[in-house]
């Protein structure tokens, strides 16, 4: 048998045409990644959870909490009897509250009765109650704007009567970008559209096409698993660049944030919180069968993050006991090295912690999601 008898037909070359076009190893890659993309023009919703609700929440709570004067402390004046001095000294309290600072406390001369009701109720912050010429402070502990109106009406009231401090002090007001509210959120958010979209449009998608049984048909093609869970991966990095474009400039632009560190490390945190919570998406969503179950799944991994890897406030808040579990989070970890290169400028080689944690769970996810999937 000759050499051209022993070459398979599909192989051989035909005298006048090009050779057969050879796929290399990445090509199925490139197509799963490809096909990945285009779907999401089937899919509006993604395109509005992903990128339009970010945008909404970040305004909403910036216009919510923007730099603005003190809302009025809301106070009650309760009278327990309706003697001369009691009217006479509820009255004058009034009166101070109401000229000591422009617009400082709302005071309301009330019965004792709808006094403590609106206290209960939330409507008051404090409650003055004036029995004869002696002078309570009702308030709730546990409440911080009852205890700032505490001491702040006994301080207007100690110093019409004629109180003077001992110490001369200065007061200095701020409010300059970088440490405000809305500096600290946007980040915040950010890490947060990262997780979810991460692990919401991986685990769904992987999900929906196994109960469509997409994942079935895959099994008799020469896809590698690997390249298969890699393109599901690799579409967040695409969408991660577009999600961090429009947050920032949202934040820039409308809201005036200073972003100190350059956009190549923010790209680069960005990326790699992609990664980290794309692969977390891969391991939940690697056995399960029904949506119910993803869902059930997802929301168990996510809502510790939610509630302690500081998006809405700091987690220097919780007990200092579990502290390094809360740092051991990814999305903490996210969250500390986005506000660092955002609000600070610190450079990648001093996050090196911080960018450990994230690889580490990204790693660990897709080694373990490649071993444990499965197609149907």
Known sequence: MSVAEQIPAVEREVPGKRPPKRNGRWSGYRHLLLARMLELKREPEVVFWVFVFPLLLASGLGIAFRNKPADAVPVAIARQDTSQPSLFISSQIQFTLTHSLPHAFKPQL????????????????????????????????????????????????????????????TIVTTSEPGSRYIDFLIPGLLGMNLMNSGMWGIGFALVDMRQRKLLKRFVGTPMRRGDFLLALLSSRLVLMIIEIGLLLALGVIVFH??????????????????VCFGGIGLLTASRAQKIESVSGLMNLVMMPMWIFSGVFFSYER??????????????????DALRASILEGTPLIHQWPRLLVLSLWGGVSFLLALKWFRWT
């Open 257 to 274: 944030m200073k972003v100190l560190g350059s956009l190549f490390a923010i790209l680069v945190l960005g990326s790699l919180g992609a």
């Open 318 to 335: 919780f007990p200092a006991v579990i502290q390094p579990l809360i740092k051991a989070l990814p999305l903490t970890a996210l969250n």
């Open 110 to 169: 009330l019965t004792s009765d709808d006094a403590r009701k609106g206290f209960r109720l939330g409507r008051y912050d404090l409650i003055v109650e004036v029995d004869g010429r002696d002078i309570r402070y009702v308030y709730d502990p546990a409440r911080p704007e009852s205890v700032l109106a505490k001491s702040e009406v006994d301080t207007a009231l100690q110093t019409a009567a004629g109180r003077k401090d001992v110490v001369a002090t």
